[in-house]
């Protein structure tokens, strides 16, 4: 008898650590869609042998946050607003909205279209405008959201062992034989900083929240029916996505970086992307990063646009079709995606440096959950994250150096980029008394 329990218990050890490594892989391809390829390389161009500082701030932001992200929703039921239910109903509703909107028809997908068009399109034909490559480009998107089938199946299940291995051979072949010496960085500034905000730009952290009901609903089709075995097997998945995400994003990082004396300053992130394959894979290598991008680009417009029409179906309770808003998310997407990837870029950057700090603080508050008694420290920590980064947002897009220099100077971290945490902090505190004592709010989800 016991050793029929050895037994079992040995298979269900097997079983479930093959689980965790297949969850692990899909992690990592629902993580690493084929925009943020663009991203690592030019953050270590633009860091040259400062590239280990820039790694760190971009590691933080994306995947150690994302990964984080998907562990604590897991924690907290597993749905996109629950992240921000403490904070109160509406705001976890409203930011589930932005988070959705950013993460498909605003940002995300018109960046996909963008993306084809400059390294798949654009190199091998140099004639055909982007406004035909993004017809073509949605066409597909609509035709494979409408139509699910095995097509989208055969893509999914060849194109990420595909791209990981390719992405292995370069880096490794880089490592071993780098194109150039790392330089002096070329953007003056912390590296750390720079790498830590262009983190914002993959939008993982926000996609993390969604992405903790996918794995978490295919665990429990593998069997892991209670929330303490899903929450378990996430942490598992989690751990290897991470790595699998660290080893792609540092020898992406390393890559840009030795190649700093191969282009001017002024090169984009797509040209420093295309030259680097061009520069270990000689002819073949715009070919074969033309395929992997257009292919992973595709799987990742159709799942992000098919998530955008499920999201806003299921929220209006039916009452917008499913359909209705598919065509008008990808209306909207294709007309933002005749801009190149980095206005595309540039226009995104305000609105993730507000809505990232807002995720982070909601997540560390998160993983210490059960600890915060009271609801208003949630409302304290995101109205001074909230304000603060405003204020930083505000002053540089309309060029109010004097007030970006008092918050440099008065305001403790913000010559990190950290600004927002002493005033989360402070305005915590502060909520968190008037809570205490006044009796307003909440406690611990309205018991």
């Not at 654009?122 to 055909?128: L, S």
């Not at 290897?240 to 992130?269: D, E, N, Q």
């Not at 002819?283 to 992000?304: E, F, H, K, P, Q």
């Not at 806003?312 to 309770?317: E, K, L």
Request: proline fraction near 4%; glycine fraction near 10%.
């Amino acid at each position: 008898m016991v050793a029929v329990v050895i037994i079992r218990k040995g298979a269900m050890m097997k079983r479930s650590y093959r689980d965790s490594i297949t969850v692990g892989f899909a992690m990592f391809a629902i993580f690493f869609g084929a925009g943020n390829l663009i991203f690592p390389p030019y953050l270590g161009f633009s860091a040259g042998r400062d590239w280990l500082s820039a790694t760190g701030g971009f590691l933080l932001t994306d995947p150690f946050l994302a990964i984080l992200t998907v562990v604590v929703t897991t924690k907290l039921g597993g749905r996109i607003d629950d992240i921000g239910r403490r904070v109160g109903v509406n705001f976890a509703k409203g930011l589930g909205v932005l988070t959705i909107l950013l993460i498909t028809s605003l940002v995300a997908v018109p960046r996909t279209a963008a993306t084809v068009h400059e390294i798949a399109i654009a190199p091998n034909f140099p004639g055909i405008s982007p406004v035909w490559t993004s017809i073509i480009f949605f066409s597909l998107t609509m035709y494979f959201v409408f139509n699910e089938g095995r097509v989208m199946d055969l893509i999914g299940n060849f194109l990420t062992p595909m791209l990981l291995i390719t992405l292995a051979v370069f880096i490794i072949r880089v490592v071993f034989n780098p194109p150039g010496e790392l330089l002096a960085p070329t953007v003056e500034g912390n590296s750390f900083i720079r790498g830590f905000t262009e983190g914002y730009q993959t939008m993982d952290a926000l996609a993390a929240p969604l992405m903790a009901g996918i794995v978490v609903t295919d665990f429990v089709r593998r069997g892991y029916d209670s929330p303490q075995q899903s929450y378990h097997m996430v942490k598992k998945a989690g751990y290897i996505a991470l790595i699998l995400l660290i080893f792609v994003y540092g020898g992406l990082t390393y890559i840009g970086a030795t190649m700093g004396s191969h282009f001017p300053a002024s090169v984009t992130r797509v040209e420093i992307l295309l030259g680097a394959f061009s520069q270990v894979f000689g002819d073949m290598g715009a070919v074969l990063i033309a395929l992997i991008v257009t292919l992973a680009c595709l799987t990742t417009s159709v799942g992000l646009t098919a998530t955008c029409g499920d999201f806003f179906h299921s929220i209006s309770n039916g009452r917008f079709s499913y359909k209705a808003i598919v065509l008008l998310s990808v209306g909207v997407s294709f007309l933002i995606s005749l801009f190149t990837v980095d206005e595309i870029i540039i226009y995104a950057g305000p609105m993730l440096e507000v809505i990232y700090p807002v995720i982070m603080t909601l997540v560390l508050l998160s993983a210490v959950d059960r600890f915060i008694v009271y609801d208003m420290i949630y409302v304290g920590a995101v109205v001074g994250t909230l304000l603060m980064s405003l204020v930083e947002v505000v002053s540089q897009l309309l060029g109010w150096e004097a007030l970006s220099q008092w918050v440099d100077h008065w305001i403790p971290l913000a010559n990190i980029g950290l600004a927002w945490i002493m005033p989360a902090i402070i305005l915590s505190i502060i909520f968190g008394l008037i809570g205490k004592y006044a009796g307003v709010g909440k406690k611990i989800y309205g018991s």
